[in-house]
């Protein structure tokens, strides 16, 4: 059974760093996809980031390039992603989630998050909560 874990969330005064983490089991990571995605009150699921199954290729939405980073380690099961420069609309509930493709981080920003919210295929955990606020 697929399985992912966030965990790394909490408050965080604006311009501090946050670094999570999912951790994965179940399944053989190396064939999946990981993206990150967040979702505010009221707002919609949004993809913050994603990373291939070899993680040669990565993507970013615009309001995070240059302050986030994605990175896997697929011989330990886990998917991070680094957040510097917080600021107090990044917080939200963080999900990390996978789907079964190669590629599907080499799509453009507006494309991928949709490959995985429509998969019939893919899997989430459960959130954690980042608050970045003063």
């Known amino acids: 059974q697929l399985q992912l874990v966030e965990s790394g969330g909490g408050l965080v005064q604006p311009g501090g760093s946050l670094r999570l983490s999912c951790a994965t089991s179940?399944?053989?990571?190396?064939?999946?996809?990981i993206g990150w995605f967040r979702q505010a009150p009221g707002k919609e699921r949004e993809g913050v980031s994603c990373?291939?199954?070899?993680?040669?290729?990565?993507n970013y939405a615009d309001s995070v390039k240059g302050r986030f980073t994605i990175s896997r380690d697929n011989a330990k099961n886990t998917v991070n992603l680094q957040m510097n420069s917080l600021k107090p609309e990044d917080t939200a509930v963080y999900y990390c989630a996978a789907v079964p493709s190669s590629i599907a981080c080499t799509y453009s920003s507006d494309t991928w998050p949709r490959l995985f919210l429509g998969s019939d295929s893919g899997s989430w955990g459960q959130g954690t909560q980042v608050t970045v606020s003063s």
């Open positions: 990373v291939d199954s070899s993680g040669g290729s990565t």
């Open positions: 179940g399944f053989t990571l190396d064939y999946f996809a």
